[in-house]
C-alpha cells in the first residue's frame, strides 16, 4: 500500500511533477484548514502552510542525490532562520508537518502522504479542539509595578487573601534604572466580578504605577 506509485530516480517528466505537486498543495491546504479551524493565525501563515508542502517536495526532487546541491540547500535553508519571527510550539509542529508532507511527495509516496496528512490533521483537529493540555481556566497572569520603597514581599497580602487564591511569585524584575519593580503573579481570582474592584485596591498600594491581568498562553500572555 504504502509504495511510491512512479519512480523519479531516473529522471522528471512533466506529468510526474504536475501530479506530485498538485498533491502537495492539496495536502498543504487541507493542513492549513485544520490549522485556521481554531485559535489565531495570520493569512501570511496559512498561505504558508499551503506552498510548503511543496516548495520541499520541488527542492527534494532538485536534490536527488547530489551532495553538493544538498548541502547547499541546507545552508540556504538556514539563513531563514534568521529572518523568522519567533513561532509558539503549534506553528513550529505544523511547519515540520508540512515539510514531512513534501518530503513524502517528493518520493513519490502520494498514499503514505495523504495518509499522513488525514491522520495529523484529524489528531490535529481533535487535540486543539478539546481541554487536554490545557491549565486551570481560572489562571490569571498579573504583573504589577510597585516603587523601589515598598517591600514586595508581604505588600499585598492582605488584598490577595480578599481577592485571590492560589497566589505564587513567578518573577522579580527591576524596570526604570532600577526605581522600580514589576512583580508577575500567578493566582486565580475569588470572583471575576471582582477584578476592578482589586485593581482599584492594588493602585492605591502601588501609587497608581502599571497593574497588568491577563490569561497565560504558551507564547507569552494574551488579553
Request: glycine share 6%.
Amino acid at each position: 500500500m504504502f509504495t511510491s506509485i512512479m519512480d523519479i530516480s531516473n529522471g522528471m517528466t512533466i506529468r510526474n511533477v504536475m501530479i506530485l505537486t498538485l498533491c502537495s498543495v492539496l495536502f498543504g491546504l487541507l493542513l492549513a484548514i485544520t490549522y485556521m479551524s481554531k485559535g489565531k493565525y495570520t493569512k501570511s501563515f496559512s498561505i504558508t502552510l499551503v506552498i510548503l508542502p511543496a516548495v520541499v517536495q520541488i527542492v527534494i526532487m532538485m536534490v536527488n542525490g547530489s551532495i553538493g546541491t544538498g548541502v547547499a540547500i541546507a545552508g540556504a535553508f538556514s539563513l531563514v532562520r534568521f529572518r523568522s519571527q519567533p513561532a509558539n510550539a503549534k506553528e513550529i509542529s505544523t511547519i515540520f508537518l508540512a515539510m514531512a508532507i513534501g518530503l513524502t511527495n517528493a518520493m513519490g509516496y502520494l498514499t503514505f502522504a495523504l495518509f499522513v496528512t488525514v491522520v495529523f490533521c484529524l489528531l490535529l483537529f481533535v487535540l486543539d479542539h478539546s481541554r487536554f493540555g490545557e491549565g486551570r481556566h481560572g489562571i490569571r497572569e498579573i504583573k504589577i509595578t510597585i516603587p523601589e520603597e515598598l517591600d514586595y514581599t508581604n505588600v499585598f497580602d492582605d488584598l490577595f487573601a480578599e481577592y485571590l487564591r492560589n497566589v505564587s511569585l513567578e518573577k522579580v524584575r527591576t524596570t526604570n534604572m532600577g526605581s522600580m519593580f514589576e512583580l508577575t503573579y500567578f493566582a486565580e481570582f475569588i470572583s471575576e466580578a471582582r477584578q476592578k474592584e482589586f485593581i482599584d485596591a492594588v493602585r492605591c498600594r502601588n501609587g497608581n504605577l502599571t497593574i497588568y491581568v491577563a490569561r497565560p498562553t504558551e507564547s507569552g500572555t494574551e488579553i
